[in-house]
Structure formats: C-alpha cells, structure tokens
C-alpha cells in the first residue's frame, strides 16, 4: 500500500496570508489527524477527521481549520499566517484493526515570513 | 490531560552498544504506547508500539518495556548501528478497543540518539 502523502512539501509565505494543506491518507483508513512540530513546543495535536467529521480538536486558536472529504483525504487551513506558524505540520491516519496506530506522512514544511 | 515527559533527551553511544530511552506518563487511563523514529527531513515512521495488556514487546534489535503500575515505558535498542541515528519519540494514547474515539497522541519532546562507527 501506498503511504501517506502530503502536499505541497514546502510552503513560504509572508504574514497574514493564508494556507491550505493536502493530505491523502493510506487506502482504507478512515481517520485523518494533524500535527504541529515545532522545536520550542515538539509534537501537538491539532484535529483529527473522521468520516468528514471533527472527531477531537487541540488547543490551537480558530484560525487553525480543517476539513475531510468523502474519499478521506483531508485538508488544513491557517488563516492570518504568524511568525509563530512556521512549522512542519504532519499528517497521520489510521484505520483498520487497530484504530489506534497512527502512520505519518512525510509533512509540509511552513516558512512564514 | 496528558503529559508525557522522556529522557534522555540527547544519547551518543558507540556503535554495537545498546541504547535505552525512557518516557513517564501522568493520565492512567492511556494504556496505548508507540514509539517512533523520525529522520532528518522526514516524518515520525513507527518503529514499535506496546498495549496495556503486555509488560513487554520485541521485535529483532528493539524492545520496549511497559510498568503501568509506575506509569513509565521504555525504549531499548541492542547492537546498535550508524543508521539508528535519528530522533526518537514516545507517546501515549488510548486504545481502540476500549472504546471511545480519542486516540490523540501525546508525545514526549524526543531524543536525539547518535551512534558513533
């Protein structure tokens, strides 16, 4: 099977832009989370997408979105880019037997200027 | 919520030796714990996860320990090889079959571990 993919992989923009990311999850999973790593903060939930639904929510702020589509692959939004956005955002899925186990794409990289 | 403190968070050892890693976690209810191996430039791959129901799992060179009395798991690779380095990560969450639907993971900050040939 093929693995997670995310695009694009590297992303610039500038201050209060907006951006939307691609994730197309492992055939057959059902379950789309996304992450934020950083190096201050490390690894933080953001959501999790379950047949088209938010199922959790971290605590980020609102301008943090995202969404799922009926094919599972799901996207995120940041709205009014931060200096503090510049990140590399992953996405995981999961599905199957174990619901639990969580397989990562390989991420985009943000660069806000 | 859940907090998950790991150590070390920098390991240098030379090649063939072993390597342990440590992680705590605060809510008991957590009773799923994987582990993950994250290369420069790419994402976290599972390298090995353990459930409540078992104290510990091998698989070849890695092995990883679970104590829920004292909420803390641990990592251990043996012989370890140039291509080991990488950055490391715990995390704990709940699993599926215990019902509810938050499988949110929970990671420890990481540790770099860097085998020396």
């Known amino acids: 099977k093929a693995g997670v993919t995310q695009t694009p992989r590297y992303l610039i923009k500038t201050r209060g832009q907006q951006v939307t990311l691609s994730c197309s999850p492992i055939?057959?999973?059902?379950?789309v989370s996304w992450y934020q790593q950083t190096p201050g903060q490390g690894l933080q939930f953001l959501f999790e997408y379950f047949s088209e639904t938010q199922r959790n929510k971290g605590n980020f702020p609102g301008r943090f979105s995202g969404r799922q589509f009926s094919n599972s692959r799901s996207e995120m939004n940041v709205s009014t880019l931060e200096l503090g956005d510049s990140a590399l955002y992953l996405c995981?899925?999961?599905?199957?037997?174990?619901?639990?186990?969580?397989?990562f794409g390989p991420g985009t990289r943000l660069l806000v200027l | 919520g859940e907090n998950v403190e790991q150590h070390p968070s920098t390991l240098s050892v030379q090649e063939g030796d072993s390597a342990v890693i440590k992680c705590t976690y605060s809510?008991?209810?957590?009773?799923?714990f994987p582990w993950y191996k994250q290369e420069l430039g790419k994402g976290p791959q599972l390298i090995i996860d353990?459930?409540?129901?078992?104290g510990e799992k091998k698989d070849q060179r890695i092995a990883v320990t679970l104590n829920k009395t004292a909420k803390h798991f641990s990592l251990h690779i043996t012989e370890t090889q140039p291509e080991d380095s990488a950055v490391y990560f715990c995390?704990?969450?709940?699993?599926?079959?215990?019902?509810?639907?938050?499988?949110?993971?929970?990671f420890g900050k990481g540790t770099l571990l860097t085998v020396n040939p």
């Open positions: 055939s057959g999973h059902r379950s």
């Open positions: 809510d008991s209810a957590s009773n799923y």
């Open positions: 995981a899925s999961s599905g199957g037997r174990f619901q639990e186990t969580q397989y």
């Open positions: 353990i459930r409540s129901n078992v």
């Open positions: 995390a704990a969450s709940l699993e599926a079959s215990f019902g509810g639907s938050n499988y949110k993971l929970t």
